[in-house]
Protein backbone atom coordinates (compact mmCIF):
# COMPACT_ATOMS: atom_id res chain seq x y z
CA UNK A 1 0.00 0.00 0.00
CA UNK A 2 2.61 2.51 0.90
CA UNK A 3 4.65 1.72 -2.22
CA UNK A 4 1.72 2.59 -4.28
CA UNK A 5 1.07 5.96 -2.94
CA UNK A 6 4.83 7.24 -2.01
CA UNK A 7 5.39 7.15 -5.80
CA UNK A 8 2.64 9.66 -5.89
CA UNK A 9 5.56 13.11 -5.23
CA UNK A 10 7.73 11.22 -7.47
CA UNK A 11 5.09 10.86 -10.28
CA UNK A 12 4.73 14.97 -9.87
CA UNK A 13 8.29 15.26 -11.10
CA UNK A 14 8.37 12.53 -13.75
CA UNK A 15 5.07 13.73 -15.43
CA UNK A 16 4.96 17.19 -15.82
CA UNK A 17 4.71 20.45 -13.38
CA UNK A 18 1.84 21.09 -11.39
CA UNK A 19 -0.71 23.37 -12.07
CA UNK A 20 -2.79 25.06 -8.62
CA UNK A 21 -5.93 26.55 -8.29
CA UNK A 22 -7.14 27.98 -5.37
CA UNK A 23 -11.01 27.79 -4.52
CA UNK A 24 -13.59 30.14 -3.19
CA UNK A 25 -12.52 30.04 0.25
CA UNK A 26 -8.77 30.58 -0.72
CA UNK A 27 -8.01 27.72 1.16
CA UNK A 28 -8.33 24.54 -0.85
CA UNK A 29 -5.14 23.99 -3.26
CA UNK A 30 -6.20 21.10 -6.02
CA UNK A 31 -3.65 19.65 -8.36
CA UNK A 32 -3.90 16.92 -11.09
CA UNK A 33 -1.11 15.19 -13.15
CA UNK A 34 -1.63 12.44 -16.08
CA UNK A 35 0.91 10.79 -18.42
CA UNK A 36 2.15 8.09 -20.17
CA UNK A 37 5.31 6.39 -18.65
CA UNK A 38 7.01 3.06 -19.86
CA UNK A 39 8.83 1.08 -17.28
CA UNK A 40 12.61 0.57 -17.71
CA UNK A 41 13.29 -2.20 -15.82
CA UNK A 42 11.05 -4.82 -13.26
CA UNK A 43 12.93 -6.38 -10.24
CA UNK A 44 9.99 -9.13 -9.34
CA UNK A 45 12.43 -10.32 -6.52
CA UNK A 46 12.59 -7.17 -4.73
CA UNK A 47 9.16 -5.94 -5.88
CA UNK A 48 10.34 -3.00 -7.75
CA UNK A 49 9.65 -1.01 -11.11
CA UNK A 50 11.88 1.45 -12.59
CA UNK A 51 9.58 4.30 -14.86
CA UNK A 52 10.63 6.49 -17.49
CA UNK A 53 8.07 9.64 -17.15
CA UNK A 54 7.73 11.85 -20.76
CA UNK A 55 10.63 14.25 -19.61
CA UNK A 56 12.62 11.57 -19.58
CA UNK A 57 13.23 11.63 -15.70
CA UNK A 58 12.82 8.21 -13.95
CA UNK A 59 11.12 7.23 -10.88
CA UNK A 60 10.82 3.79 -8.92
CA UNK A 61 7.88 2.55 -7.33
CA UNK A 62 7.33 -0.07 -4.52
CA UNK A 63 5.12 -3.03 -6.07
CA UNK A 64 2.68 -4.16 -2.99
CA UNK A 65 2.46 -7.44 -2.08
CA UNK A 66 -0.87 -7.54 -2.82
CA UNK A 67 -0.63 -6.54 -6.31
CA UNK A 68 -1.14 -9.91 -8.24
CA UNK A 69 -0.27 -9.27 -12.02
CA UNK A 70 3.53 -8.12 -11.70
CA UNK A 71 4.05 -11.21 -13.46
CA UNK A 72 2.85 -9.24 -16.99
CA UNK A 73 4.58 -6.08 -16.66
CA UNK A 74 8.18 -5.76 -18.51
CA UNK A 75 10.76 -3.34 -19.68
CA UNK A 76 8.48 -1.20 -22.51
CA UNK A 77 5.23 -1.49 -21.04
CA UNK A 78 3.35 1.45 -20.94
CA UNK A 79 1.11 2.80 -17.59
CA UNK A 80 -1.60 5.76 -18.09
CA UNK A 81 -0.80 7.31 -14.83
CA UNK A 82 -3.42 10.50 -12.95
CA UNK A 83 -1.76 11.51 -9.78
CA UNK A 84 -4.86 13.91 -7.64
CA UNK A 85 -4.20 15.47 -4.63
CA UNK A 86 -5.69 18.58 -2.74
CA UNK A 87 -4.31 20.64 -0.06
CA UNK A 88 -7.23 22.64 2.68
CA UNK A 89 -6.17 24.35 5.24
CA UNK A 90 -8.13 25.73 7.70
CA UNK A 91 -7.37 28.15 10.93
CA UNK A 92 -8.52 27.87 14.23
CA UNK A 93 -6.89 30.91 16.65
CA UNK A 94 -4.86 30.57 19.71
CA UNK A 95 -2.41 27.60 21.28
CA UNK A 96 -3.22 23.69 19.60
CA UNK A 97 -1.69 21.02 20.11
CA UNK A 98 -0.18 18.75 17.18
CA UNK A 99 -1.75 16.09 16.44
CA UNK A 100 -2.17 13.79 12.50
CA UNK A 101 -4.88 11.32 11.54
CA UNK A 102 -4.89 9.10 8.20
CA UNK A 103 -6.91 6.53 6.37
CA UNK A 104 -5.89 5.13 3.15
CA UNK A 105 -7.71 2.87 0.43
CA UNK A 106 -6.03 0.72 -2.01
CA UNK A 107 -7.89 -0.97 -4.67
CA UNK A 108 -5.87 -3.41 -7.16
CA UNK A 109 -6.06 -5.66 -10.25
CA UNK A 110 -7.33 -8.81 -10.00
CA UNK A 111 -5.25 -12.16 -10.53
CA UNK A 112 -4.84 -12.27 -14.67
CA UNK A 113 -6.76 -9.17 -15.48
CA UNK A 114 -4.84 -5.88 -16.94
CA UNK A 115 -2.24 -4.12 -13.98
CA UNK A 116 -3.07 -1.29 -12.16
CA UNK A 117 -5.01 -0.07 -9.56
CA UNK A 118 -5.97 3.10 -7.16
CA UNK A 119 -4.90 4.41 -4.26
CA UNK A 120 -6.24 7.19 -2.16
CA UNK A 121 -5.01 8.45 1.57
CA UNK A 122 -6.16 11.10 3.19
CA UNK A 123 -4.17 13.15 5.70
CA UNK A 124 -5.48 15.50 8.17
CA UNK A 125 -2.49 17.35 10.61
CA UNK A 126 -3.08 20.25 13.15
CA UNK A 127 0.40 22.16 13.16
CA UNK A 128 1.63 25.11 14.99
CA UNK A 129 2.81 27.81 12.96
CA UNK A 130 6.55 28.59 14.14
CA UNK A 131 7.29 31.14 12.21
CA UNK A 132 6.04 33.35 9.05
CA UNK A 133 7.97 35.52 6.22
CA UNK A 134 5.02 37.85 4.58
CA UNK A 135 8.08 38.54 2.09
CA UNK A 136 7.36 35.35 0.33
CA UNK A 137 4.36 33.97 2.15
CA UNK A 138 6.25 31.39 3.80
CA UNK A 139 4.87 29.74 6.87
CA UNK A 140 6.84 27.05 8.84
CA UNK A 141 4.90 24.49 10.74
CA UNK A 142 5.80 22.35 13.47
CA UNK A 143 3.99 19.12 13.21
CA UNK A 144 2.96 15.99 16.09
CA UNK A 145 6.21 14.82 15.59
CA UNK A 146 8.01 18.07 16.21
CA UNK A 147 9.62 18.29 12.48
CA UNK A 148 8.92 20.97 10.69
CA UNK A 149 7.42 21.57 7.10
CA UNK A 150 8.11 25.17 4.90
CA UNK A 151 5.34 25.62 2.74
CA UNK A 152 4.50 28.70 0.22
CA UNK A 153 1.31 29.77 0.22
CA UNK A 154 0.00 31.85 -3.02
CA UNK A 155 -1.45 35.36 -3.32
CA UNK A 156 -5.31 34.51 -3.80
CA UNK A 157 -5.20 32.92 -0.35
CA UNK A 158 -6.55 35.80 1.65
CA UNK A 159 -6.61 34.32 4.99
CA UNK A 160 -2.88 34.09 4.94
CA UNK A 161 -2.80 37.61 6.47
CA UNK A 162 -5.00 36.04 9.61
CA UNK A 163 -2.26 33.66 10.16
CA UNK A 164 -0.29 34.47 12.94
CA UNK A 165 2.73 32.68 14.81
CA UNK A 166 1.52 30.51 17.76
CA UNK A 167 -2.05 29.52 15.85
CA UNK A 168 -3.07 26.23 14.97
CA UNK A 169 -3.34 25.52 11.53
CA UNK A 170 -5.07 22.36 9.95
CA UNK A 171 -3.78 20.73 7.22
CA UNK A 172 -5.85 18.22 5.39
CA UNK A 173 -4.45 16.32 2.64
CA UNK A 174 -5.98 13.98 0.50
CA UNK A 175 -3.57 12.30 -2.34
CA UNK A 176 -5.15 9.57 -5.29
CA UNK A 177 -2.90 7.59 -7.68
CA UNK A 178 -4.35 5.21 -10.27
CA UNK A 179 -2.41 3.29 -12.45
CA UNK A 180 -3.12 1.35 -15.51
CA UNK A 181 -1.34 -0.93 -18.60
CA UNK A 182 -2.01 -0.15 -22.00
CA UNK A 183 -1.74 -2.29 -24.29
CA UNK A 184 0.75 -3.07 -25.90
CA UNK A 185 1.31 -0.73 -29.50
CA UNK A 186 1.00 -3.28 -32.49
Keep these: ?15 AAPSLHAEKAGVVVADSVEAIVTVVSVDREAR ?23 DQVKPGSKFKVTYLS ?3 LSLRKGTGTPSASHNEKVQLAKKGETPGGTAVRVREI ?8 PATRGLTLKGPEGGT ?7 DVKAYSEVKVGDTITVSYTEGLAL ?5 QQ
Design 86 to 88: SVA
Design 149 to 155: VELKVRE
Design 126 to 133: NAVVEAMD
Design 180 to 184: KMLPP
Design 48 to 70: VVTIRGPEGRTAIINVPKEAQNL
Design 1 to 15: MKGVLSVAALLLAVA
